[in-house]
């Protein structure tokens, strides 16, 4: 399995997704951004993405990049922050402070200790929130990212990075499901 494996394996129809997909996954496409945390970045957007044959292949491709750390807090990422958004989304979207004064009551031990750069670690957080789409997960993790100094083509890069995986992993999801579906109709 390689990167080309998966960019050939989408339609003609996603060729910019085919691109993109190349690009932001470099050094290059990804200004600002280490090569663990494009990648760490990458397997936490992927996961968040809910293409389990996706990401387990993007996983198996990052295996080259990370340690074994890294990609345990990629996984936690998704995990914690798949709570979180839903969570806090509520928060925002209700338009009522009482509820904002309430203890959460959910634990979110990982985000104090992730076993990896806190920062990183907030790239990751960042990507998914993206990918989950909770404005109020974006907002409080940018901030603590530029509050260290992390640039903003660097927090650009992340989210880049994870709205061409999300939109991959959409793809490949339709095209796998498609030809089940026709099937199935023409029974």
């Given at each position: 399995?390689?990167?080309d494996t998966i960019r050939d394996s989408l339609p003609d129809y996603a060729r910019d997704l085919k691109l993109n997909l190349g690009s932001v996954l470099t050094p290059?496409?990804?200004?600002?951004?280490?090569?663990?945390?494009?990648?760490?970045?990458a397997v936490a957007a992927a996961i968040a993405s809910r293409n389990v044959d996706f990401a387990h292949k993007l996983e198996a491709l990052a295996a080259a990049h990370l340690d074994d750390a890294h990609l345990t807090a990629a996984r936690a990422a998704a995990a914690i922050m798949g709570m979180n958004n839903i969570y806090y989304r509520f928060l925002h979207l209700v338009e009522d402070a009482e509820y904002a004064q309430m203890p959460a009551r959910l634990r979110m031990n990982v985000i104090a200790n992730p076993g990896v750069e806190k920062l990183d670690f907030e790239l990751m957080s960042l990507a998914v929130s993206a990918v989950n789409g909770c404005g109020m997960c974006i907002v409080a993790h940018e901030k603590q990212l530029r509050k260290h100094d992390v640039s903003r083509e660097a927090i650009q890069s992340a989210v880049r990075i994870a709205a061409t995986v999300h939109a991959v992993a959409g793809v490949l999801e339709h095209s796998a499901v498609t030809p089940q579906v026709a099937a199935a109709a023409a029974a």
């Open positions: 399995m390689s990167l290059a496409g990804a200004p600002g951004l280490s090569g663990k945390q494009i990648w760490a970045v």
